[in-house]
């Protein structure tokens, strides 16, 4: 084998060895400390076995998932409709960017914990609590990031585009957008891991479906093994949106191969 | 077919102020001109005196401080849209969208026009085989090279059959070869089209090439000189370079160039 497949099969990101051993390493040590755990003074459901939480994970109801899901993904659109809307007005009138980015700068940075509160004591409806939560954290972020990469736009791009004078729909749909997708899918991989966070701390609070709600049951019987099993759904779940979004961008972004 | 409008510049004025330092600068100073239908003129001068704030009001991307560019009895900054179609653009650099394949570059000004998706894709494709890119037509523009591009953005340009052609230093940065065999393809099209070209550079030999007249920029795009080629015989050529050379170093006209 030449020295640079040698490399290539190291690096390559679909059999990533160092997290292979990271991972193995991290579950033997979990293992054996759920083994000595009793011995050392530490009740046995803090550190569960793999046996024990492969048996939570058999019980995950698909639903909840699924609830979580539909929360994040209605959310995540919403906010991103929102967010570059906002940004192309913002970037039409420099008068309504000079009111709403100080607006915007502040809302981003009220701690989610905030969110949720107002969210509790101002509507009623679980649903939309959630996602007004969701909408407040990750729509500015869709907006700053338009914004900015539509401001990043090259000057002689835009020269050239108007010169062939497009209407204002024309110019965003031909120029701004294509030229802002690699933004775009950078602030989604952003938002979908914020949002994976923080739909589950919103189900916290109120929900009686979803993740979050299942979480707290968990804790509520001191199942480490629940909160562990749903933890993992919850990663695998975040991955899978991430791989979902890369192959997106794969496609969408084929013109930089 | 009724062919392009002329084209009337009077007392053309355009001042920009700095946003550092807040002093107004004046870019063009009462500037007059006239173009007849189907004339290609290049416009030389030396960096910094106007020629590019010229083409931008031409496009109608500014707005003149003064006076008035009338295109037929059609400003392009007023009747912004009225020349949708009707006046196109080559510049410096190709500034083909990186995201779009060399057809779909071409096709980018039918779209705007809204013509039918088979209209778009046969004219674009035989601009593209005209030009001899009939291989590279699903090719990215990093794919190909820099004369290929101008090629690609030349293509662009004439897709639209427009009335009036622009060209901002459009072959200046491509090597000499390439740059004269594309200057070639642009005259030869223009001719062709009857479209009224006005090609702003800072080669000489471009210029001399080129057009039918030749105006020369001072500062403040004043007008130094407006050169008809045809007055000079090619053998008067490297005279007629030193002429406007002279012009353009003393920023007053030169006498041999009053013919």
Redesign the interface.
């Known amino acids: 084998m030449h020295r640079e497949e040698q490399r290539e099969s190291v690096l390559d990101p679909r059999f990533p060895r160092q997290t292979l051993v990271s991972i193995l390493v991290f579950a033997v040590v979990w293992e054996v400390m759920s083994h000595l755990a009793p011995s050392l003074g530490i009740p046995a459901f803090a550190i569960p076995s793999f046996v024990r939480i492969g048996q939570s994970l058999l019980t995950i109801t698909p639903i909840d998932v699924a609830v979580t899901l539909a929360r994040v993904i209605g959310a995540l659109a919403v906010s991103f409709v929102l967010g570059l809307v906002l940004a192309m007005a913002m970037y039409r009138s420099q008068s309504l960017e000079n009111y709403l980015h100080p607006l915007i700068r502040i809302l981003m940075a009220v701690p989610v914990v905030s969110w949720i509160l107002f969210a509790v004591l101002w509507f009623r409806g679980v649903e939309f609590r959630i996602g007004f939560v969701l909408v407040a954290v990750c729509g500015p972020v869709f907006l700053i990031d338009s914004l900015d990469a539509m401001r990043g736009v090259p000057r002689?791009?835009r020269?050239?585009m108007?010169?062939?004078?497009?209407?204002t729909l024309?110019y965003f749909v031909?120029?701004m957008l294509?030229?802002i997708?690699p933004n775009i899918i950078t602030s989604w991989k952003i938002n979908l891991s914020l949002a994976i966070r923080v739909v589950t701390i919103a189900e916290l609070v109120g929900a009686v479906t979803g993740i979050g709600h299942q979480l707290a049951v968990a804790q509520e019987l001191f199942s480490v093994a629940d909160v562990f099993a749903w933890t993992l759904v919850l990663v695998a779940l975040l991955f899978l949106l991430e791989a979902m979004v890369i192959h997106i961008e794969n496609r969408l972004?084929r013109?930089?191969a | 077919m009724s062919g392009p409008p002329p084209i009337e510049v009077r007392d053309l004025r355009k001042v920009f102020r700095q946003t550092t330092t807040g002093q107004s600068v004046v870019a063009i100073e009462r500037l007059d001109l006239n173009i007849a239908p189907r004339e290609v003129v290049a416009i030389v001068g030396q960096t910094g005196c106007g020629k590019s704030t010229f083409f931008?009001l031409m496009?109608?991307?500014e707005q003149p401080s003064g006076g008035s560019i009338r295109i037929g009895d059609k400003s392009p900054y007023s009747d912004?849209?009225y020349?949708?179609g009707r006046?196109?653009?080559v510049?410096q650099?190709d500034?083909l969208?990186?995201?779009?394949?060399a057809i779909d570059n071409v096709r980018?000004?039918l779209?705007?026009i809204g013509l039918p998706d088979e209209v778009q894709h046969e004219r674009s494709l035989s601009w593209l085989k005209r030009l001899g890119l009939e291989k590279f037509t699903n090719a990215?523009p990093?794919e190909l090279s820099g004369g290929m591009r101008q090629r690609v953005a030349i293509a662009r340009a004439f897709v639209v059959q427009p009335d009036i052609l622009?060209a901002d230093e459009a072959f200046g940065h491509l090597d000499e070869v390439t740059a004269a065999e594309l200057r070639e393809t642009f005259l030869a099209l223009a001719r062709e089209f009857g479209s009224t070209a006005i090609l702003i550079t800072h080669q000489l030999e471009e210029a001399i090439g080129v057009g039918d007249r030749i105006i020369v920029f001072g500062k403040s795009a004043a007008l130094l000189a407006d050169v008809r080629v045809a007055a000079w015989p090619k053998s008067e050529y490297l005279l007629l370079r030193e002429a406007i050379q002279a012009t353009l170093q003393s920023n007053r006209p030169d006498p041999r160039l009053a013919r």
């Open positions: 002689e791009l020269g050239m108007r010169s062939f004078r497009p209407t024309q031909k120029l294509p030229a997708v972004l013109w930089r | 931008d496009i109608g991307l912004f849209d020349f949708r006046m196109a653009t510049f650099q500034r969208l990186p995201w779009r394949s980018l000004p779209e705007l990215y990093h622009l």
